[in-house]
DNA sequence: TTGACATATCGAAATATAACGATATAATAG
DNA sequence: CTATTATATCGTTATATTTCGATATGTCAA
């Protein structure tokens, strides 16, 4: 499989390179109450609802939307909805899947 | 070190992800005399002359110059000037430092 | 030195991305 | 059902990238 120019257009934006990164270790980086409730519903998943990652990234709530489908559309998140809210995460298959790709096809 | 977003802008472009494949096996990709010379002055560390990519890419000289020296300035590949020449091949020390750096610290 | 060729750089026009506010959709609480 | 809250989508404007042609720089051969 080649590897897809869109997920590193995903990758070529700091804040959403920061966004996998705040995704790493959400406790230590998003302070919350949203991140309790996740905690419990995700079944430790570790998910972040966007609200927290609006706060976090200091954008609009529609742009850092678009930017997590977007992410989530090329592999990189998965995303999960508890009724209101809609939870994202890593998808860290996919990312260590990209390091692979890397070393072998790129 | 954190992961540098410039190596994935210069990634997020088609052309510059194919250029990266081509300098992958030069005498597959590129048939041309240039191609002979730089294997004898390179010392076999095949590298291929920015003529060559230009007619393989099928883009404006000027374009494919500047996305080389893009993608020279942030580690991706290494130029070297024989004469009226510049060669420029794949710095795979780099590229595997990155796969490397995706996987512990994306 | 001059001419020819390879590459690099510059300036401009077309296209894409970034980011916003407004609005639409979805879900819950009352 | 309605108001409220969370998220997604849309339309717009500012900025960045893409790509070109023209030109500058560097190198060699005559």
Known sequence: MKVDVNVFKALSNQ???DILQWLKDPEREITSVSCETVRFMMDERGGICV??????????????SSYLSMMEKCGLLISERHGKWTYYRRNESEILGLSEKIKKEL
Chains 1, 2 share one sequence.
Not at 51 to 64: H, I, P, R
Request: aromatic letters at 0%; charged letters at 25%; glycine letters at 6%.
């Open 15 to 17: 804040t959403r390179l």
């Open 51 to 64: 609200q927290d990652l609006v706060k976090k990234a200091g954008l609009a709530q529609s742009t850092v």
